[in-house]
């Protein structure tokens, strides 16, 4: 993901993903407190009726106490009553939890039953008969006060454990949230990170070493291969194509000046010119062949044979025509030689910009070279200029050092000037394809 408008738009989905796992969790948090604060409310409540109840058991055992007057207590236990009624009616109405519910309404009943009760013990106590009273109060009036304590105890419970329950779906949810959030900003981060390409380009041809690793030619855009598994680092790409053995050279005579040595005891003689004849690299008479046949072209299929003879002129291994695009903005192969059909589908287009010779030599309009080394051979990059400017590059990876050979760099000028007159400006063939559409 290397692209801004990309990596902007992750980013800010990241930070959404963040935002919104924050709020879930915010809620959730707040639903919590909210739970808990409920049931701590609820739990105080039930526990103040359960006292109550115990002070409407010992009211009630008042009215046989000697020394007490019946009148007061007979007014406390009704207020009492009252009270406990009001508390029980309340936990029910807040109570979520069908078993409690049905507690508070066994408790609501059983003080129903306490009330009527009361009536009678009350009637005994009145009449003087403190032994009948007391066997209600204290028979009668504790059980019923131990049932009002159970039911309110096991709704209680029951409704507590509603809360518990709700509290942990609370937990959960937030868990969720926290690992959705997580997960989706992790995998974002990744996404993010930059990622190198892995797979490595084998060295010593035109579309590895002098195109990617060396300030070369081109970058290669990398494909399937049947031969590629993760245990391999390269792609193995064959090597170019040996072109047929060169023509015979015809030797130039070049003078060379040697001193003919000279007797001591003799007198001084002019001294002596004998030519040395010095084998040329380059074949003179075919690269005027080749410029002539280059001038009459008149069917670019006759390129791919006109680029063998320069291969031979140069003692190059492979060569790539290079074509500017109407804007001048990147290059693309249109005709190779040396190399077999698997490396030309790998080339891909070279950008103005780009580091390599290619490249530069596109920009500057000058002769660019890449010096061999220990695994790979060299190579030239010569530009295709016209009056209108460079219209693309001629690449070559040469042999025995012929990118440091004056007269082969100037064979391979002289071939990309001939060249440059076949293209034309990229203005002209514009034109010419507007026309032809």
């Known amino acids: ?37 409920a049931a701590r409310s609820f739990d105080d409540n039930a526990r103040a009726a359960i006292v109550v109840s115990h002070d409407l058991r010992a009211a009630q055992q008042a009215y046989v106490a000697s020394g007490q007057g019946a009148d007061f207590w007979f007014a406390r236990t009704a207020d009492i009553q009252a009270d406990l009624k009001r508390r029980i009616a309340a936990l029910r109405s807040k109570a979520a939890s069908s078993t409690s519910v049905s507690a508070f309404e066994d408790a609501l009943g059983v003080v129903q039953d306490f009330e009527q009760m009361d009536g009678r013990a009350r009637e005994q106590v009145r009449a003087r008969k403190l032994l009948a009273a007391s066997d209600l109060v204290f028979t009668d009036g504790l059980d019923l006060t131990q049932k009002i304590d159970a039911a309110i105890e096991k709704g209680r419970n029951a409704e507590i454990a509603a809360f518990d329950e709700e509290l942990g779906a609370i937990n959960r949810r937030q868990g969720f949230s926290l690992v959705a959030g997580a997960a989706a900003g992790l995998l974002i981060v990744l996404l993010l990170l930059p990622v190198r390409d892995g797979q490595a380009e084998p060295v010593g041809s035109l579309a590895s070493t002098h195109l990617e690793d060396r300030p070369g030619l081109s970058r290669a855009t990398p494909v399937d291969d049947e031969d590629w598994s993760p245990a391999k680092p390269a792609v193995k790409i064959p090597e170019p194509v040996a072109p047929p053995p060169p023509a015979p050279l015809v ?53 791919p044979g006109l680029l063998e003879r320069t291969a031979t002129l140069i003692d190059a291994s492979g060569i790539v025509l290079w074509i500017a695009d109407p804007d001048g903005r990147e290059l693309a192969p249109i005709v190779t030689y040396g190399y077999p059909q698997q490396t030309v ?41 016209t009056p209108a400017g460079c219209v693309g590059v001629m690449a070559a990876e040469v042999r025995d050092a012929a990118e440091r050979d004056d007269v082969v760099l100037a064979a391979a000028g002289i071939v990309a000037a001939q060249l440059a007159t076949l293209v034309g400006p990229p203005s002209a063939r514009a034109l010419k394809s507007d026309v032809a559409g």
């Not at 801004?4 to 707040?30: D, K, N, Q």
Request: with cysteine.
């Open 251 to 303: 030797e130039t005579p070049v003078p060379v000046e040697i001193a003919a040595p000279v007797p001591v005891s003799a007198p001084t003689a002019p001294t002596q010119l004998i030519e040395v004849q010095v084998p040329s690299r380059v074949d003179v008479p075919e690269m005027a062949r080749l410029c002539g046949d280059l001038a009459r072209i008149t069917d670019s299929r006759s390129l």
């Open 345 to 385: 589908t790998r080339l891909g287009t070279i950008g103005r910009d780009a580091e390599n010779a290619t490249a530069a030599a596109f920009r500057t309009c000058l002769l660019q070279t890449v010096d061999a080394d220990a695994v790979s051979g060299g190579a030239l990059a010569a530009p295709l200029v």
């Open 1 to 37: 993901m290397t692209r801004p408008a990309v990596r902007l738009i992750l980013l800010i989905v990241f930070l959404a993903a963040i935002g919104a796992t924050s709020y879930l969790f915010w809620m959730s948090e707040r639903d919590a407190g909210a739970t808990r604060a």
